[in-house]
């Protein structure tokens, strides 16, 4: 049974920093690619940052670029953003989601649409 569990979020002060985790189960981090994503209420869905399976190419959205960073670690099955100089406005419900390859648009980050898999999300709440 494929499972995403993300975690890390919480409430954080504008310019604090926070590290979220993407935990994943029944099936092999190695061969997918993982995307975050976050939605913000009364917003729509968007893309936030992927990496890719094959050589861990990343992706960002211009928004967060130089701010956020994603990693891997396919040993643990764990997917990483780590958030920092963040900003009210990234305040928002993050989730996680696997898909063989990142499907991104410049500057916007990866595109939901072509993920299948997704977590339960984690919120983040960043106070001015």
């Known amino acids: 049974q494929v499972r995403l569990v993300e975690s890390g979020g919480g409430l954080v002060q504008a310019g604090g920093s926070l590290r979220l985790s993407c935990a994943v189960s029944?099936?092999?981090?190695?061969?997918?690619?993982i995307g975050w994503f976050r939605q913000a209420p009364g917003k729509e869905r968007e893309g936030v940052s992927c990496?890719?399976?094959?050589?861990?190419?990343?992706y960002y959205a211009d928004s967060v670029k130089d701010r956020f960073t994603i990693s891997r670690d396919n040993a643990k099955n764990t997917v990483y953003l780590q958030m920092n100089r963040l900003k009210p406005e990234n305040t928002a419900v993050y989730y996680c989601?696997?898909?063989?390859?990142?499907?991104?648009?410049?500057?916007?980050?990866?595109?939901?649409?072509?993920?299948?898999?997704w977590g339960q999300g984690t919120q983040v709440t960043v106070s001015s």
């Open positions: 029944g099936f092999t981090l190695d061969y997918y690619a």
């Open positions: 989601a696997a898909d063989r390859r990142c499907t991104a648009i410049p500057g916007r980050g990866p595109v939901g649409a072509y993920f299948g898999s």
């Open positions: 990496i890719d399976r094959s050589d861990g190419s990343t």
